[in-house]
């Protein structure tokens, strides 16, 4: 079946420009992740959905990030007013919530890139 | 607070030598485990995960990781590498209270021919 989705793949933008990043979790799971990865770095940890509420927020970077999902399916990352730290693989992940631990599976990342 | 440590920024082995990556967890209870490998430019493959019971669990692309509670570790290894095998690899431990994963650093694997 079909993995978790992501776009743009790539995205150019100039600072203090807004930037939206889309994902679309595999059908049926419940939970979706983002976490952040500058360069070689690892993942960063930026936020969680169960369903359409975000129980964990504590890693969104500053007030410029936020992050809706609708429907309990898509989830958008909007960054305001660009920095160039921004400048990171964003990637997504996306599992069924159960009793136990989560198997998260990834998306292929958006490359953003601040100018 | 739970963490997870991969000594090993970088490793270089030969086609055909065995491996192993170390993962080192701090974490206070029962931990779920995973192994990822990200090749450049692609997002994170699940290679294995280890929930409870046997303690060496296979995965893909003959992987095999070891919990050992004694020591923290649930250390990657891999008999005969593959050129195909060159990759990043990340450890994590999914925290169920928190309902996150915490990823090591990642640990830079190069295949000599």
């Known amino acids: 079946g079909a993995g978790v989705s992501q776009s743009p793949s790539n995205k150019v933008t100039e600072k203090g420009k807004d930037v939206e990043l889309r994902c679309d979790p595999i059908?049926?799971?419940?939970?979706l992740y983002w976490y952040r990865q500058s360069l070689g770095q690892g993942l960063e940890f930026l936020i969680y959905?169960?369903?359409?509420?975000?129980?964990?927020k504590s890693g969104l970077p500053s007030d410029r990030f936020s992050a809706e999902r609708t429907g309990g399916s898509v989830s958008t990352l909007t960054i305001q007013r660009t920095q160039q730290e921004d400048s990171a693989v964003y990637l997504c992940?996306?599992?069924?919530?159960?009793?136990?631990?989560?198997?998260?599976?990834f998306g292929p990342g958006t490359r953003l890139t601040v100018l | 607070a739970q963490s997870v440590t991969q000594p090993d920024i970088h490793i270089t082995v030969s086609e055909g030598a065995s491996l192993e990556l170390r993962c080192n967890y701090s974490?206070?209870?029962?931990?779920?485990l995973f192994w990822y490998v990200q090749s450049p430019g692609q997002g994170l493959q699940l290679l294995l995960k280890?929930?409870?019971?046997?303690?060496l669990v296979q995965g893909i692309k003959g992987f095999e990781a070891e919990f050992k509670r004694s020591q923290s570790s649930f250390n990657l290894r891999k008999p005969s590498v593959h050129w195909s095998d060159a990759a990043e690899y990340f450890c994590?431990?999914?925290?169920?209270?928190?309902?996150?994963?915490?990823f090591g650093d990642g640990t830079t694997l190069t295949v000599k021919p």
């Open positions: 059908s049926g799971h419940t939970a």
């Open positions: 280890y929930f409870s019971g046997d303690t």
């Open positions: 959905f169960q369903g359409n509420s975000a129980p964990d």
């Open positions: 992940a996306s599992s069924f919530r159960g009793q136990g631990p989560d198997t998260q599976y």
């Open positions: 974490y206070g209870a029962t931990p779920y």
């Open positions: 994590a431990v999914f925290n169920t209270n928190a309902g996150k994963s915490t």
